[in-house]
């Protein structure tokens, strides 16, 4: 398998006449053509921050500031803005959390996928429509000639993501980078749109980063899975591996603070005190105030290793399988 | 959309009736239109006379219904000075003030909305503050003051723009415009400027908080997630969205700038209805004053009901009767 995808050393930080605050550091990950990659972390960890990062619009004072974003072999931080703007929508798209919000409330649907497309492409009204048609066809949509004519504010939300994800499709892109794109919806939808963006990926071979902090969803839908904390990724490698057998004790505490079939009236453990902001990070693992193997040791920053041929690992004292 | 339309209109109908109503009584409250007609000899007689061709012998609300019932008619009575119908008075002279007004609104846009967006894109450039300086003096300055400055400067100092009058004018249908000869344009150039100023600053600042707030919208990240070019986003994204706020506001503040147009006739001598009113309201015709504020406010309700109606136009959301499938 080829990597589409493979960040290196990428670092992101805010800058302001206050300071530079270093929101990701180190992080590198790869996706494999037809791969579906899960990124967790709780809330501020910077899974959508490298989302953006991935295709360059973050929006100021944070900016890139190191590393290497190699899609197919080539960095896009090296490329003119143009270049870029090319490369968004055409061979990286994106699907937002919340299909309320994705698509511009003022414009027709017909508008919007006829903007997506003519960014791209020199393309007649009368194609662009067929295409659109067919686009809204493959989602599942049903009657698409009508709903070309529609307002965002007439389809539900599932309707709504389901359009977004029919824009994101209409180039055939390497890679999807999908920001919690079911959070918002109910279980039910939330299944459809998950087995659709799947379905569709697979057919075609498209990678896809799946950022979410929902671990049911990721064990779902994911081959592998990315862990995060505080800017860095803590713990990398196959989605059933990681689960079953986490190396880092911030993806254990992750697993254990999920509610569980079977486990009714047992509490839950939930990890202690929480994230600590961006510009107090401990000296040294970020992790060290809530975890339960800190010693002196992690008072330095651990460097992420690997630990397997498939995993990786950010700690000094990793778990190794040991009854939990 | 014709529910919509006819529940607009049937408020429109109520809230012109109760400004009759303030209108009409408000009027009769000030001077006494009586010692217009009376020469100084007048007796007694002679005066009761004139009350009853006037029909000021009459109760008040019998004189309103009256009033009411010529209305309805179109008729708001004969200007006590001209002895000619007020409504024609008004119809001759409006040309003048809604060129004016136009001018002014078009400035504004074609002034305040590049700027403002320059403003919004790029908040803490230096151009940026000096457009926000500006809008700041547009709002606080009064208009009276910029006009005679302006004249002063322009006019008396410089020798650049004529202060009065509208120059030459071309005759299109049956009515006279100056913005189609150079010297009439010349002659448009300072009180359109003038007038336009408060609504110049608005429309600034509304567009510089709409491109704050739409910048950052996820509709507009998706927009750029998508490849869209920056223009393409600019023009038709964003500026849609914005358009919206910034048509409501200036549709409702255009019958505003009509009467405030009074100020800047007065001030450059345009023949406009707001110079008509203010020599109207030095000789107490009543009528005329009275024709001119009703005048005014159906300009108002008529302005509301256009706005409502290309509001709906503009955003789908407001639309009624539709509803999501
Ligand atoms: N303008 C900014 N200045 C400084 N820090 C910022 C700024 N914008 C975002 N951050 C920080 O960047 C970090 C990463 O944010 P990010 O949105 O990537 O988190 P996330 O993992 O996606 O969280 P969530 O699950 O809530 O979406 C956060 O800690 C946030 O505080
Ligand atoms: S490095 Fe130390 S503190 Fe950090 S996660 Fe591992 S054991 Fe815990
Ligand atoms: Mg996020």
Redesign the interface.
């Known amino acids: 398998m080829t990597a589409v995808l493979d960040v290196r050393d990428l670092d992101t930080s805010f800058v302001s006449p206050s300071g530079t605050i270093a929101a990701l550091q180190g992080v590198s990950l790869t996706v494999n053509t037809g791969e579906i990659l899960g990124l967790v972390g709780e809330s501020g960890s910077g899974k959508s921050l490298t989302g953006f990062s991935i ?1 360059r ?1 973050i ?1 100021p004072p944070g900016k890139v500031v190191g590393g290497q974003v190699l899609l197919h072999g080539q960095d896009v931080l090296t490329l003119g803005e143009e270049d870029m ?6 061979r990286i ?2 699907i ?3 299909p309320m ?7 027709r649907i017909e ?2 996928m006829y ?2 497309l003519s ?2 492409e020199s393309i007649t009204k009368t194609k662009a429509r067929s295409r659109a048609i067919a686009a809204l066809d493959e989602v599942g949509i049903p009657a698409p000639e009508d709903r070309l004519r ?2 965002p ?4 939300g599932g309707m709504r993501q389901r359009v ?1 994800i029919a ?2 499709l209409l180039h055939r892109p390497d890679l999807i980078i999908a920001d919690e794109p079911t959070t918002a919806l109910d279980v039910t939808i939330q299944g459809q749109i998950l087995a659709l963006v799947q379905r569709l990926c697979r057919d075609r071979g498209t990678a896809l980063i799946w950022i979410t902090h929902d671990l049911a969803v990721v064990a779902g839908i994911a081959d592998r899975l990315a862990v995060m904390y505080a800017g860095r990724i803590v713990e990398i490698g196959g989605v059933d591996d990681v689960l079953d057998n986490p190396a880092h004790p911030y993806t254990r505490g992750l697993i254990d603070s999920v509610p569980a079939r079977g486990t009714r009236g047992k509490r839950l453990n939930q990890i202690p005190g929480r994230m600590p902001a961006l510009t107090d990070l401990p000296k040294g693992c970020a992790y060290a105030p809530r975890c339960p193997r800190a010693t002196a040791a992690c008072e330095a920053m651990p460097a992420i290793e690997p630990i397997s041929d498939t995993r990786a690992v950010r700690c000094f004292h990793p778990l190794t399988g040991e009854a939990s | 959309m014709a529910e919509f339309i006819i529940k607009r209109v049937l408020q429109a109908l109520l809230v012109l009736l109760v400004m009759t109503v303030l209108v009409f009584f408000g009027v009769n409250v000030i001077g006494n239109p009586v010692y217009i007609f009376a020469s100084s000899e007048c007796d007694q007689a002679c005066l009761t006379k004139i009350i009853a061709d006037l029909g000021l012998d009459r109760p008040v609300w019998e004189q309103y219904l009256v009033f009411l019932g010529n209305l309805l008619q179109g008729d708001l009575g004969n200007s006590f000075t001209h002895g000619i119908p007020a409504l024609s008075l008004i119809f001759e002279r409006l040309p003048a003030t809604l060129e004016l007004a136009f001018a002014a609104l078009v400035l504004a846009l074609v002034i305040g909305l590049p700027l403002g967006m320059r403003a919004g894109l790029k908040p803490e450039a230096f151009s940026s503050r000096c457009i926000m300086a500006f809008s700041m003096i547009g709002f606080s300055l009064p208009v009276f003051w910029i006009g005679l400055i302006m004249i002063l400067v322009f006019s008396v100092q410089l020798g650049w723009m004529p202060s009065i009058g509208r120059g030459d004018t071309v005759e299109v249908f049956g009515t006279e415009f100056s913005f189609l000869t150079l010297n009439g344009l010349h002659h448009l150039a300072m009180p359109a400027f003038t007038l336009s100023l408060i609504m110049m600053a608005m429309v600034i600042r509304l567009t510089r908080a709409g491109m704050r707030e739409v910048l950052f919208a996820d509709y507009i990240k998706f927009a750029r997630a998508n490849g869209i070019r920056e223009r393409r986003i600019l023009s038709a994204h964003v500026m849609k969205n914005i358009l919206i706020p910034i048509v409501t506001v200036l549709g409702m503040e255009f019958g505003g700038v009509i009467a405030f147009a009074v100020v800047v006739e007065s001030i450059f001598s345009w023949p406009g209805v707001g110079k008509m009113l203010i020599d109207a309201i030095g000789v107490l015709d009543r009528p005329l004053i009275v024709a001119y504020l009703i005048f005014v406010v159906f300009m108002f309700v008529i302005l509301n009901l256009l706005v409502d109606i290309l509001y709906s136009i503009l955003d789908p959301r407001v639309r009624l009767g539709d509803s999501p499938t």
């Open positions: 295709n619009l929006s703007r090319q490369l968004r929508g055409r798209a994106m937002f959390q919340d919000m994705t698509l511009n409330p003022v414009l508008t919007q903007d997506a960014a791209h529609s307002y504010h007439q389809l539900s977004a824009i994101a």
